[in-house]
């Protein structure tokens, strides 16, 4: 039986009037199927003359079977991390430049709605990290940095994993990546590409002085803690997540664990992720080069 997604959620990319013609393309279609079609309220207003329900995201997860985001992958970022613990499946229309998460183009979204809600897809769950800092959990898709700020010196922190010491580093930060972020900040960092089917996490240092200072994959379960040695230097440190959200860190350390409820991505049913590489990375350009030069 065709999973039934009966109420549709729509959000497009937060500060930008450029996905509204897009979404009101969705919303008629959705519309003219006979689905409820909830719009996330800031793309309401930036959207004259729609004809959906205006809810705010709180309520957009809580009620609707699927969302669809409308924009590039940052958008899909952010409203991951907002409504993770709602566990709303999350399809991704790619109004921007690399794809790697909103994975249908505007042109192949009627077409790819249509077979998606005769059940001809894929579901993908992969998980976000949990930052704890003082007390206060904020959570992230990609990556949770910690890095220096405003400054042009190195930091110093220790490194546990599970409670057991790794080691002391100085660099200008390191970097705790979701299989999902390896493609992201910590593959310019010299980190690995992880597939998004393992339960793994990486760290990747950020220019470190010592260059035995090499990327760690560790179990997705790991609980991860960095200790700044010198706890006068955290005027100089911030705390960044999925690039988005940067916090000051309070106290000495922060703690990262797997958050507790994973994303869920609908993908179209011929969704390839080597492929999506070797698009996006250039994988498969040949050399023109000419061989007399």
């Known amino acids: 039986m065709p999973q039934k997604f009966h109420t549709i959620g729509l959000i497009g990319k937060h500060g930008d009037v450029s996905p509204r013609e897009t979404v009101l393309e969705l919303g008629r279609f959705l519309l003219e199927r006979g689905h409820r079609v909830l719009l996330e309220e800031s793309t309401a207003n930036r959207t004259p003359n729609h004809k959906m329900i205006a809810v705010s995201l709180d309520d957009l997860g809580a009620e609707s079977d699927l ?12 409203t991951a991390r907002s409504l993770a613990d709602y566990e709303v499946p999350l399809l991704g229309i790619n109004l921007g430049r690399l794809g790697f998460l909103a994975d249908i183009s505007p042109r ?12 001809e897809f894929r579901e993908e769950s992969r998980f976000l990290l949990s930052a704890e800092i003082d007390g206060v959990h904020y959570t992230a898709f990609n990556d949770v940095v910690v890095h220096k700020w405003n400054i042009a010196r190195m930091i110093e922190f220790e490194t546990y ?12 930060g390191i970097i705790i990546s979701t299989p999902t972020g390896s493609t ?3 593959l310019s960092g010299g980190g690995p590409l992880l597939h998004t089917g393992l339960n793994a996490t990486l760290l990747v240092p950020i220019c470190p002085h010592t260059l035995s200072n090499r990327p760690l994959v560790v179990d997705g379960d790991s609980e991860i803690e960095i200790v700044v040695c010198d706890p006068s230097e955290n005027v100089h440190l911030r705390i960044t997540c999925d690039g988005q959200t940067s916090l000051p860190l309070r106290g000495d350390r922060v703690t990262i664990r797997k958050h507790a409820h994973p994303v869920r991505l609908i993908h179209p049913v011929n969704h390839d992720h080597f492929y999506i590489l070797r698009t996006k990375l250039g994988w498969s350009e040949h050399n023109t080069l000419s061989k007399d030069k």
């Open 161 to 172: 994993i599970d409670g057991s010491f790794v080691n002391v580093q100085r660099s200008d």
């Open 108 to 119: 192949e979204m009627l077409t790819t709605l249509e077979q998606i809600f005769s059940g």
């Open 184 to 186: 992201a900040y910590a």
């Open 67 to 78: 969302a669809i985001v409308v924009g590039g992958d940052g958008t899909l970022l952010h």
